[in-house]
Every structure is written in structure tokens, then in C-alpha cells.
């Protein structure tokens, strides 16, 4: 049977004390790549947040790469966070080090502490964007392109078995955009690991199809097809 990764049932999502989305159930699987499509203002990003748990989840019932979202406090957020990567389409690199210095910090907030491991991950994170010969670059010396897959490298560093990506394409160019979809694509396939992206960017949902969810009128609207947008 194929493995869970994210199983929503029956949650409502709130801003503040508006209801942003109600009764969701969804259930994404390892491996899985899914889009999170929608108007603007429908609901995505907070699907997002609740997922990695900036939202508190209040209704319903949630359970996220082996965490379960009901009572989760704060203290377990960081625990939850290990367990997932997640790409935003405006990450900044630190200014002031090089990609792997970047790399490292984040490993040492995760809690690593062995040199050789860390070094190694970080050789093998860059590998897997595509860029191994870049560790040692400044940030100001990335294209857009290298620094959304400097992002990506970032989100692969504890191993997850889910992405949460928000507009990774949102800034990139038209070529740019399908280096960063092939690499998603890849990582889901060859990695197992599950993939939910939010975009408005029809080109890269015609010419990459998969799985589609939309956020429409306060509901989630499951294999929705473009049509309707
Ligand atoms: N921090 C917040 N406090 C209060 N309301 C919020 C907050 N963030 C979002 N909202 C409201 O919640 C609703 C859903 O917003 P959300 O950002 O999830 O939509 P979205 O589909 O991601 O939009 P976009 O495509 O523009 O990013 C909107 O009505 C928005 O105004």
C-alpha cells in the first residue's frame, strides 16, 4: 500500500477568525507530485502554513510526514519542520558567506554537530541540484536560477519525504522555470519524496502535468483541471 504522506480530514482553516477553507480532506502520497492551483486569495498559502505549521490547525484532524498537527505546540514545530523541505519563491541566501557556510548554518540549526557528516551532506545536497562546484560561491555570484536550486539543495538537507514549495517559479524566466521543474520532478521520482507546489504558472502546469488540487470559494476541489481557472 503506498505510504501516506500528508492525510487531511475534515480540517477547516482559518485567518484569524475567517474561515479560509473548509471540510479539506486530502491525501498525498510518498513520491507523489501535486500542484496547489487558485485564485489569488483562495487559500494556498495558508493550506501551505498550516501544513508546515506556522497555522495552528484547530478543526479536523491532520497528520504530516509522521506528525500528527492535533495539539502540536510550538516546542514541535522545529521537529515537524525536519521532516519536510520547503521552498519559497523570494529565500534569500546569507549575504555575507558562501554556499556551503549557508548550507552548514542551516545543518547546525538542525542540529548537526559532526564536521565530516555535515561536509559530506552538503557535497551530496549540491550534487543532486546540480551544482557540486558551487559550494564555495557568494551568493551575489548565483544566477536566479543557481539560487532557487541553492534553495531547493537547502530544503533536501534532512532527507524529507515532503516538499512544500511556494511559487518556486515565480521569478524565474521561461528557461530558468523548466530547469527548476525537471529538478522537482526528478527529486520526486528518484527520491520518493513528495512534492506540493502552489503556482499560478499555467505554462509549467501544461507542460509538466500531474496531480492538481485547487483552492475555490472556501473549499479544496481534489484533480481539478485547468479549464475552469
Ligand atoms: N496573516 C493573515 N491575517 C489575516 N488574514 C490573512 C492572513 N494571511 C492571509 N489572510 C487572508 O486569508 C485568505 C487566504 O489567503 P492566502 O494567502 O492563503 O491565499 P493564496 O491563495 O495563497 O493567495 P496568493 O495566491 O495571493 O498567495 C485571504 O482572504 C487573505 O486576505
Known amino acids: 500500500m503506498a505510504e501516506a504522506i500528508i492525510t487531511l480530514s475534515n480540517v477547516n482553516i482559518y485567518q484569524g477568525n475567517s474561515a479560509v477553507l473548509q471540510n479539506v480532506n486530502l491525501t498525498v502520497n510518498a513520491g507523489e507530485f ?7 486569495g483562495t487559500g494556498k498559502s495558508s493550506l501551505l502554513k498550516t501544513l508546515y505549521g506556522e497555522l495552528t ?6 497528520n504530516v510526514a509522521g506528525f500528527s498537527l492535533n495539539g502540536l505546540s510550538w516546542k514541535q514545530v ?3 519542520r525536519r521532516k519536510m523541505g520547503v521552498v519559497f519563491q523570494d529565500f534569500q541566501l546569507l549575504t555575507d558567506r558562501n554556499v556551503n557556510d549557508n548550507l552548514k548554518f542551516v545543518l547546525k540549526a538542525t ?4 564536521e565530516k ?3 559530506e551532506k552538503i557535497q551530496d545536497v549540491l550534487d543532486k541540484v546540480g551544482l557540486k562546484s558551487k559550494g564555495f560561491k557568494m551568493p551575489f555570484e548565483l544566477s536566479g ?4 536550486r541553492i ?7 534532512n532527507s524529507p519525504k515532503l516538499i512544500l514549495a511556494d ?3 515565480g521569478n524565474l524566466d521561461p528557461e530558468t522555470s523548466d530547469e527548476i521543474m525537471k529538478l522537482l520532478f526528478h527529486i520526486s521520482r528518484d527520491f520518493n519524496t513528495a512534492v506540493v507546489m502552489a503556482t499560478h504558472d499555467y505554462i509549467v502546469v501544461n507542460k509538466y502535468p500531474a496531480r492538481m488540487i485547487r483552492t475555490e470559494q472556501n473549499r479544496v476541489i481534489d484533480n481539478a483541471t485547468i479549464a475552469i481557472q
Not at 34 to 40: A, H, P, S
Not at 145 to 148: L, S, T, W, Y
Open 167 to 169: 511559487e518556486p517559479t
Open 111 to 114: 542540529g548537526w554537530t559532526d
Open 117 to 119: 557528516l555535515m561536509a
Open 78 to 80: 522545529p521537529f515537524l
Open 34 to 40: 501535486v500542484y496547489l492551483v487558485g485564485k489569488t
Open 151 to 157: 534553495d531547493i539543495a537547502r530544503a533536501l538537507l
Open 57 to 62: 490547525l484547530k478543526e479536523g484532524q491532520a
Open 145 to 148: 536560477g543557481e539560487q532557487q
